[in-house]
C-alpha cells in the first residue's frame, strides 16, 4: 500500500498524501515515496505545474510521534530526514508547486504549505506550530515559514503553539489565500490554469528572481536582473509569448482544451 499518489493529467501531476490513518504524518516512508514522486514529476518533462493535496481532513500532522518517541528511532528519522530535499526543494524548483490543503496543517505540515508557491486552503482547515505542546520547537520549518510571517505573528504562534484558522493563516502570509469549502477545487484549478498560460522558462526564471533578488545588493540585483531580462527577451519563448500577443493567439505553450 502507497503511502503517497502520483496522478499526471496533461501537463499537471497531482501529488496526494495518501496516509490517511496516521493524518499524514511525516514517517521514514511517507517521505520517502513524497519526495521519490516530486524527483518524478520534476524530470518529467511533460509536466509544468504540480500539484500537493492530500487524502482525508488532515493535510499533514507534522512529524510521526511513534517514530520519535525513542532515541534510537529519533536519531533514524532525522537522519532519513533531509529538510532542503523536502521543505526547502519546492522554491529552488524550476517547476511551479501549488498547495491544495485540503485540511488541517499543523507542525511539519505548516513547512509543507510555507514551502510551495502557491496555496490555497479551505476554510475549515485549521492550522497550527504545535511543536512546543509535545516539548519541541518548529526547529527545520522555520527556515520556510519566518520569511513569510510578520514577526509578531512568529511570536505569538511558534511560543503559543495554539492552532489558528485558515482566514488567519493567510493573514500571516503563510497561505495564499482561504476560500469557502466548496470553492476549493475551483479556486486551485484557476491557479493551475494561470500558470499554464505562463512560458514554462519564463516561470522559471521568475522564481529565480523571488529566490535570488532579495538577498542581493542593489547593484548586483539590478545587474543580475538587466542580464537575465536580456536573455529571456533573445529567447525563443519570449519570440512566440510576444508574436502570440500581437496576433491576438493563444500562445504555443497553452493546453488546448
Known amino acids: 500500500m502507497t503511502l503517497v499518489d502520483s496522478d499526471v493529467r496533461g501537463s499537471v501531476c497531482t501529488i496526494t498524501l495518501a496516509d490517511e490513518k496516521r493524518r499524514n504524518a511525516l514517517s521514514r516512508d511517507l517521505t520517502r515515496e513524497f519526495i521519490a514522486a516530486i524527483d518524478e514529476a520534476e524530470a518529467d518533462t511533460s509536466v509544468r505545474v ?23 528511532s529519533s536519531d533514524s528519522a532525522s537522519n532519513a530526514m533531509n529538510p532542503l530535499a523536502l521543505f ?7 517547476k511551479p508547486f501549488v498547495g491544495r490543503i485540503a485540511g488541517h496543517c499543523v507542525a511539519g505540515g505548516m513547512g509543507l504549505a510555507a514551502g510551495l508557491d502557491i496555496t490555497i486552503a479551505p476554510i475549515s ?17 522555520s527556515v520556510v515559514a519566518l520569511p513569510k510571517m510578520r514577526l509578531v505573528d512568529a511570536q505569538s504562534s511558534f511560543l503559543r503553539g495554539n492552532r489558528f484558522s485558515a482566514v488567519e493563516a493567510a493573514a500571516m502570509g503563510l497561505i495564499t489565500q482561504a476560500v469557502p469549502d466548496e470553492q476549493l ?28 533578488v ?22 525563443d519563448e519570449a519570440r512566440e509569448g510576444m508574436s502570440a500577443f500581437l496576433d491576438k493567439r493563444p500562445a504555443a505553450w497553452i493546453p488546448i482544451d
Open 214 to 235: 532579495p538577498s542581493m545588493s542593489e547593484s548586483d540585483a539590478f545587474d543580475y536582473t538587466s542580464e537575465l531580462s536580456n536573455r529571456l527577451f533573445r529567447s
Open 125 to 141: 482547515a485549521r492550522f497550527g506550530f504545535t511543536e512546543v505542546r509535545v516539548g519541541v520547537a518548529p526547529a527545520m520549518i
Open 50 to 72: 504540480i500539484v500537493i493535496t492530500n487524502r482525508g481532513s488532515v493535510f499533514c500532522a507534522g512529524a510521526n510521534l511513534s517514530e520519535r518517541s525513542s532515541s534510537e
Open 185 to 212: 477545487d475551483d479556486a486551485v484549478n484557476e491557479v493551475v490554469n494561470d500558470l499554464l498560460a505562463g512560458g514554462p522558462e519564463a516561470i522559471a526564471a521568475a522564481k529565480q528572481l523571488l529566490v535570488r
Open 88 to 94: 526547502g526543494r519546492f522554491r529552488h524548483s524550476p
